[in-house]
């Protein structure tokens, strides 16, 4: 289970690489861009919709609308856009 969760944050980290990439490409649509945009600020901002301070549900927020904000994300990015930049994240 430690290997799947460790699996599983080095896609998230890839991915965020990926969508960096990929919101700097004139073809990619303005909303994808918006959405990437949005979900980044949400990772890195003190503000949160559940703060904190508040034991577990306080992460679980973290975990769960950051994840689905990168999958929604990627799925508004055009394939071929996800694939070049895919490619130009692993080297």
Known sequence: MLEKLKHWARRIK???N????????PRT????????IG????????IDLIPDF??????IDD??????G???AIRLIPPDVMA??????EE
């Open 29 to 36: 649509p303005w909303y994808a861009k918006a959405l990437a």
């Open 63 to 68: 975990l769960i609308i950051v994840p689905l």
């Open 14 to 16: 890839r991915d965020l």
């Open 84 to 89: 070049e930049h895919r490619r130009a994240a």
């Open 54 to 59: 508040i034991p577990i549900l306080g992460q």
């Open 70 to 72: 990168i999958a929604l």
């Open 39 to 46: 979900v980044a600020a949400y990772a890195f901002s003190p």
């Open 18 to 25: 990926v969508l960096y990439l990929a919101a700097r490409d």
